[in-house]
């Protein structure tokens, strides 16, 4: 069953140490201090801890993991985040309306 990350988001506390799984556009990767992305929903973005590699930004996934709000190696503060155990990437939907996706077909505008 697919979580929305804005349930997760609002109520770190009672999904802590649960396991979920989310789908959406990855957004961002970033390799330290910690590898992880971001996944965007209709209703919030969520951090995810890569298990192994990184997806491409704008690809559509979904992934599944532990949600833990603890402090990542690397790091000196608490991060909210979904542990991944499985990822996988989800085909493109005629509905989707997500800007920037892999494979829309309309690139939005930017300001030079």
Do not use: W
């Amino acid at each position: 069953m697919i979580t929305p990350i804005a349930q997760i988001i609002s109520q770190p506390i009672v999904f802590q140490n649960r396991q979920l799984t989310i789908e959406g556009v990855c957004r961002t990767v970033c390799e330290n201090p910690f590898p992880h992305f971001t996944v965007e929903d209709k209703s919030g973005t969520i951090i995810c801890e890569s298990m192994n590699g990184l997806p491409g930004i704008g690809a559509h996934i979904e992934v599944s993991g532990e949600f833990i709000v603890d402090v990542p190696t690397n790091c000196s503060i608490s991060v909210p985040r979904l542990d991944e155990t499985n990822r996988s990437y989800v085909g493109h939907h005629e509905s989707c309306s997500f800007v920037g996706c892999e494979f829309e077909s309309v690139k939005p505008a930017f300001a030079a």
